[in-house]
């Protein structure tokens, strides 16, 4: 059933007409959810099942969670609470690739293997490249990030010293908002 929906919310999509501004929908949502569109100053807006998102809306998670499916690819984005994310599609010289912007919380990232697009995710603190992968990203712009990989391979970049960590299944990157970076197993109980 959850896969007909999808699949109905995906079409709606494609036969609007209005895809090429379109990078995400919602495709669960529960307890406060918040969207502020690219144009806008402020959360003004209920997310709810089908919240289409363009270009730079941000939607912030004060309490339960949210979903986010990437259009191109039909990836996903899980968003826990106290969460506030914007997500894009940029072309540069490497080709197309969404920037999925963590300004905090904790997002669990399922980016599907034969995905043609590259695929960043940027906190205050770091940036994490991957292709074909599961992992969860917490960021605390204070203290940091966690990049904890469950499956496939991540690079993470510290913004402040460039220096760049590579992570595989089990193991997790650690990047300080003070340029420290360092990559080792997994601890248990550390997975959200």
Do not use: C
């Not at 502020?36 to 003004?44: G, H, I, P, V």
């Not at 490497?94 to 399922?110: E, I, P, W």
């Amino acid at each position: 059933m959850k896969n007909i929906v999808t699949s109905l919310l995906f079409a709606l999509i494609l036969v609007g007409g209005v895809y090429a501004e379109k990078v995400a929908i919602v495709s669960k949502v529960q307890g406060e959810v918040l969207l502020q569109k690219a144009d806008e100053l402020a959360y003004n807006n209920p997310v709810t099942v089908g919240t289409i998102l363009e270009n730079n809306d941000q939607i912030k998670v004060n309490d339960g969670f949210a979903v986010m499916l990437l259009l191109d690819d039909k990836s996903q984005v899980k968003l826990r609470e106290n969460t506030e994310v914007a997500v894009s599609m940029v072309d540069d010289l490497s080709g197309s690739g969404y920037h999925v912007r963590l300004d905090y919380g904790q997002a669990l990232t399922k980016y599907s293997k034969g995905a043609g697009f590259d695929f960043q995710l940027h906190t205050p603190t770091s940036v994490a490249s991957i292709k074909g992968t599961e992992f969860w990203t917490l960021s605390d712009p204070d203290n940091g990030d966690q990049v904890i990989v469950l499956e496939g391979v991540v690079d993470v970049m510290n913004n402040l010293t460039g220096m760049i960590s590579t992570a595989g299944a089990g193991q997790t990157v650690n990047s300080s908002s003070d340029g420290y970076i360092e990559t080792g197993a997994t601890e248990e109980g550390t997975i959200p």
